[in-house]
């Protein structure tokens, strides 16, 4: 009947991670915690479009920013963008990176799209 001190039947624990003390029992709230993102329409949304090559290597990159939305449509806008071009990119903090110097072919694609876009800088 003697019970051992420090093994308590009644701990949860997650992940390797000891759960003191739970009001409403084990509840993963995480996905509540996440802040929304609201879908702007495409003719709202007002994107830059220019080439870079800071950081880079001297290597040019266009990049898209301005974007507002979810990052599942950023990614597929980034993946059709860079079908359109044949050339490989990336998407990095709300921002669409396409390798080379494409920005008058990107910016004809994305008014086709209905985007409201520009070129930006020199």
């Known amino acids: 009947m003697a019970a051992s001190k420090g093994k308590n039947s009644d701990n949860k624990?997650?992940?390797g991670k000891r759960?003191?003390?739970?009001?409403?029992?084990n509840v993963d709230n995480s996905a509540a915690?996440?802040?929304g993102i609201?879908?702007?329409?495409?003719?709202?949304?007002?994107l830059k479009v220019e080439a870079s090559r800071k950081g880079r290597g001297g290597k040019t990159?266009?990049?898209?920013?301005?974007f507002q939305g979810k990052p599942?449509?950023?990614?597929?806008?980034?993946k059709q963008l860079k079908a359109q071009c044949g050339t490989g990119g990336t998407v990095k903090e709300n921002e669409i990176e396409i390798q080379g110097e494409?920005?008058?072919?990107?910016?004809?694609?994305?008014?086709?799209?209905?985007?409201?876009?520009k070129i930006s800088g020199g």
């Open 13 to 15: 624990i997650t992940d």
């Open 19 to 25: 759960v003191v003390y739970s009001e409403f029992g």
């Open 33 to 35: 915690l996440q802040r």
């Open 38 to 46: 609201q879908e702007i329409p495409q003719n709202q949304q007002n």
């Open 61 to 66: 990159v266009t990049v898209i920013s301005g």
């Open 72 to 78: 599942e449509t950023l990614a597929d806008l980034a």
């Open 102 to 117: 494409h920005k008058q072919k990107l910016l004809e694609i994305l008014t086709k799209l209905g985007y409201k876009a």
